[in-house]
């Protein structure tokens, strides 16, 4: 697998229920960030967990980082139809100046 | 809450000619990008920017390709002769002091 694999690559839950989604990376890095896109549209920055860091909250979005297995997830808690997006990690290996490495992304659809 | 903001949102143009896609970054970073999302496909880094040069760019930024801040405000990506591989897209990107890349809403080209 590649740097920024997200799974499962499509999640379908229903409206009040919590989404988790998985990414796992392959090579050391200095933050992890989680973005939003709804279809067609931009890139909605969610937010950004350092590698010194093990969870972070943001509203109903809450992230962890383990960097022994190399892995992130995002749960997004009392999903809503407006959730319905694909979701993407990208990893920033140096956190200065550097590149982001998308993952393929998860498509969570949200059933009212 | 300031935003990365890209013109236009949609380009049509033939195999051949040449098109500039222009981003106005947020006003208080140093950082620039652009990537680009094939459809269906990850989201690729193409360059980076800082300090008016190229900081970094991928394999796929070649001759066709390239990049300027012509005056305080705007970034631009200009591709000289399209391809229909070029058809995609282009997100320009400004990162903030903390490490976030904020995207703009892209523009969708499309090479005939």
């Known amino acids: 697998s590649q740097q920024g694999e997200e799974d499962p690559q499509a999640l379908s839950i229903q409206e009040g229920e919590n989404a988790t989604m998985n990414c796992s990376y392959k090579?050391?890095?200095?933050?992890l960030q989680w973005y939003r896109q709804n279809s067609g549209r931009g890139l909605v920055h969610l937010i950004l967990?350092?590698?010194?860091?093990r969870e972070k909250h943001s509203g109903r979005l809450r992230v962890t980082l383990d960097t022994s297995k190399k892995s992130s997830s995002l749960l997004i808690t009392a999903s809503r139809a407006a959730d319905t997006a694909s979701y993407f990690c990208?990893?920033?290996?140096?956190?200065?100046?550097?590149?982001?490495?998308f993952g393929k992304g998860i498509t969570l659809s949200v059933r009212p | 809450e300031p935003e990365v903001t890209q013109t236009p949102s949609h380009q049509v143009t033939q195999m051949g000619q040449e098109v500039i896609l222009r981003c106005v970054p947020i006003?208080?970073?140093?950082?620039f990008y652009w990537y680009r999302q094939i459809l269906g496909q990850k989201v690729e880094f193409l360059v980076s920017?800082?300090?008016?040069?190229?900081?970094?760019k991928s394999e796929i930024f070649d001759d066709q390709f390239s990049v300027e801040r012509p005056d305080g405000s705007n970034f631009t990506l200009k591709i000289r002769s399209t391809k229909l591989e070029d058809s995609a897209m282009y997100f320009c990107?400004?990162?903030?002091?903390?490490?976030?890349?904020?995207f703009g809403p892209g523009t969708r080209l499309l090479v005939l």
């Open positions: 967990i350092r590698s010194n860091e």
């Open positions: 990208a990893t920033d290996p140096t956190g200065a100046n550097s590149k982001l490495t």
């Open positions: 006003s208080n970073h140093l950082y």
């Open positions: 920017f800082y300090n008016n040069e190229i900081s970094e």
């Open positions: 090579t050391s890095i200095n933050n």
């Open positions: 990107a400004s990162r903030g002091a903390l490490g976030a890349q904020y």
